[in-house]
């Protein structure tokens, strides 16, 4: 009881009041920077999940490109005519296309952890 009776005058109570609301105030902002720092550190692992995924992806398109010209390439589609048991005539030459030119960029961030 000793302790409401000090905050019979109104300016003790609005200090308790300014008081109380400034505890719930710094309790909603330390909860609400845990949770922006916590799904913060979620989305760098996700991301460094798909990173992962992405040069796994690129790596077996180059290795699916560099099959397909091993396989197309003039001496392995002679030798593939030759076990079939045709043979080409003197002069004949296996035309390809020719190859288009292009890039695969990749990009990675350095040091790629959460803070």
Known sequence: MQLFKQFRYPSNRQA?????????????????????????ALMSRQLDIYDRQSQSVTDETNALWKQIGDITSPQEMERRMKAAGYSAPDGVQFLLPQPTSTAIMTTSIAGGGSR
Do not use: K, N, Q
């Open 16 to 40: 308790l009041m300014v008081a109380v609301s400034s505890g719930v105030l710094l309790f909603t902002l330390v909860v609400l920077w845990l949770a922006v720092s916590t799904h913060t």
